[in-house]
Each structure stands twice: as structure tokens, then as C-alpha cells.
């Protein structure tokens, strides 16, 4: 099996044109694990004719849709020309994706990622005797959107897998800096603490929006780097950088 590693501000992937490994849970598993595997947060399959994304998280569990590892495929369609022009579509399990390539070097994309929503769930989760207020949406995948400096991996699995999200959820812990700034840390589902969320930079922005705390263009920040969320005519889009780490032959 051939792999190429991709990151997009340190959410790395393994991507492939490996179509026989599509449902092999435990196989995925074993091969996205640091420390007996290759390593990763998730693994993408490539399908083509039409193109497809098929994305894995690291515990080997399908996943609906990923930001970060969307911009990382595109940036493998490019390099293997997959791809022609600068406009593309791509196939997920959250429905079509239109992507445009807006730079080379650096590898530059900006996806529509969905529509806007228009009114938020939540509700109180208490955790080590205090209350937060926790807001729901679906993006694609599931998240959870909190606004507190209390950030803990006891926390976010608490959150990921309370009882509210009987198919578990992500959750952003949210710091507003100002009207176009949110710094932003995720727990994603599956994974653990990464890097970088696109999904969830996007509904941190979505929550931020309705809530009145940000503009329609906002950058959010994260570990190694910030995307770019805007809000334009009810969609959603997303850009930012991805880079090709290296190629990896089992």
C-alpha cells in the first residue's frame, strides 16, 4: 500500500487511491496509530470518476465530512492531476463540496462547506460541579460549541461522549478575541485533541455569528496557524494552507 501525509495546520492525514481498505475499521485503526502504525488523524481514500473523499478518523470510524482534510485531498488531486482548472467538485458523505484553488505556493484552498443556520440548541452540561452552557449543531459532523478557558481532555471526552450526542460530537472550547478573531481549541470525536478543525473553526464562527460575537468574515486561530471563515450569502466557506509531508510505502 502506498500513502502520501498531508497536514493542514498540524491535522494530519494519510491519503491513498487504495480503494480495497474502504470498511477495514480495524486496518485503518492500526495503521493511523502513532505509536505501533504510521500515525495520523484520520485516513482518506480517493475515488475517482466521480471524485470522492472517502475520510476515516483515527479510530478507524467513518466520517461524515472533515475541513482540514478536504483542503489535504485537494492538494493530492493537484499533485497526481486529478483535478483540472482551478474549480473542482468533490463527492462526501455531507454531499458535494465545491473547492477553489486559490494559491499554489503555498497550496491555498477555499471550500463551501455549507449553509448558514438560523437558530442554535443547547443546553446545560454540568461537569466537576459547575454548569456550562454547551451549544449543538450539526456541520457535516457533529459539534459542540463552548465558550470557557476550562480545557481539559477529561473535559472534552466528558462532553464528546455525554449522553446529549447518543452518536458522540466534537467540541470546541471557544475564546473570542474580537469581531474577526476566535481563538479555538478541538476535541474531536475519535481522535482526541488535534491541531486544527475545520468543521469546527466553521461552527464556532456559526455560533459566534447568531450569538452577535463576530463579523461574517473571521479569522480563527489555532495551535500552528488560523483559517479564514466567511460568512457570504448564507454559505459558508472556509480557506486555508495545506502542505504534502512526505510518501510512505507498507
Known amino acids: 500500500m502506498k500513502f502520501e501525509k498531508y497536514h493542514g495546520l498540524g491535522n494530519d492525514f494519510l491519503i491513498t487511491e487504495d480503494i480495497s481498505i474502504i470498511g477495514n475499521h480495524e486496518l485503518i485503526k492500526s495503521i493511523c496509530n502513532r505509536y505501533t502504525g504510521i500515525g495520523a488523524d484520520g485516513l482518506i481514500i480517493v475515488k475517482k470518476d466521480p471524485l470522492e473523499m472517502v475520510f476515516y478518523n483515527q479510530d478507524g470510524s467513518r466520517g461524515e465530512m472533515c475541513g482540514n482534510g478536504i483542503r489535504c485531498f485537494s492538494y493530492y ?6 483535478i483540472e482548472g482551478n474549480n473542482f467538485d468533490c463527492l462526501t458523505l455531507d454531499g458535494i463540496k465545491h473547492l477553489e484553488i486559490k494559491s499554489i505556493t503555498p497550496f491555498i484552498v477555499k471550500v463551501k462547506m455549507g449553509k448558514m443556520i438560523d437558530k442554535l440548541d443547547s443546553t446545560f452540561i454540568e461537569f466537576n460541579e459547575k454548569k456550562y452552557l454547551v451549544y ?113 510505502i507498507l
Do not use: W
Open 77 to 82: 488531486c493537484y499533485n497526481h492531476k486529478l
Open 136 to 248: 449543538s449543531l450539526n456541520f457535516g459532523v457533529p459539534h459542540a460549541v463552548i465558550y470557557t478557558t476550562d480545557i481539559s481532555e477529561e473535559f472534552g471526552s466528558y462532553i464528546s461522549n455525554h449522553e446529549c450526542f447518543p452518536n458522540k460530537t466534537n467540541v470546541n472550547f471557544v475564546k473570542v478575541n474580537d469581531l474577526k478573531s476566535l481563538s479555538l481549541v478541538t476535541y474531536e470525536r475519535g481522535v482526541g485533541f488535534t491541531k486544527a478543525c475545520g468543521t469546527g473553526s466553521c461552527s464556532s464562527v456559526i455560533v459566534s455569528k447568531l450569538l452577535g460575537l463576530t463579523d461574517d468574515k473571521v479569522y480563527v486561530h489555532q495551535a500552528l496557524g488560523k483559517l479564514l471563515i466567511t460568512i457570504e450569502n448564507d454559505e459558508i466557506y472556509m480557506e486555508g494552507e495545506s502542505i504534502k509531508v512526505g510518501e510512505i
